[in-house]
């Protein structure tokens, strides 16, 4: 499959707004809106969660492994169905293609049991024993 520097793979819907940062974060992590209206990792078990993930800072020169600090400004991105997004999938899950992804509650996402998913599989990544999270190409829904 091979490693992107971008998290939007495929974008028919090109839809962007700026935030300001309420905690520490990477790009390709699933985000939602806090209190204050800033991005913050997505909380587990939302049952519409709105599908936003933080975006590399690439006018800055920055790729997708540069943190995000808390307070600084960056893009959102709002991946419609369809899009293609790198994802992070979190550690210890195994995932293969077709699998429906949810958000695990700290920004990565995570094989759907029962929570809403966001993102179907669109590779198998096998994180089991790894001891961190992974990248994936998901599909959103």
Same mark, same amino acid.
């Given at each position: ?13 090109n ?9 520490a974060?990477?790009?390709?992590? #699933?985000?939602e ?5 800033? @991005? ?13 993930? @933080? ?20 893009q959102?991105w709002f ?23 949810a958000?695990?509650?700290?920004? #990565? ?12 599989a ?10 961190? @999270?992974?990248?994936?190409? @998901?599909?959103?829904?």
């Open positions: 499959m091979g490693t992107y520097n971008t998290i939007r793979l495929m974008d028919y819907s839809k962007f707004k700026e935030f300001v940062a309420g905690e974060l990477y790009p390709g992590m #699933h985000l809106r806090n209190s204050s209206g800033q @991005a913050v990792l997505s909380t587990e078990g939302a049952t519409d969660p709105q599908i936003m993930f @933080a975006f590399e800072r690439e006018l800055l020169g920055e790729g997708i492994e540069t943190e995000i600090a808390s307070d600084e400004r960056f959102v991946p419609g169905r369809g899009d293609e997004v790198y994802a992070l999938l979190a550690d210890e899950e195994n995932v293969v293609v077709g699998d429906k992804l958000p695990d509650g700290a920004g #990565h996402l995570k094989a759907a049991a029962t929570n809403t998913p966001v993102a179907v669109l590779e198998t990544l096998d994180l089991t024993g790894v001891g961190e @999270a992974g990248r994936i190409r @998901a599909e959103v829904l």
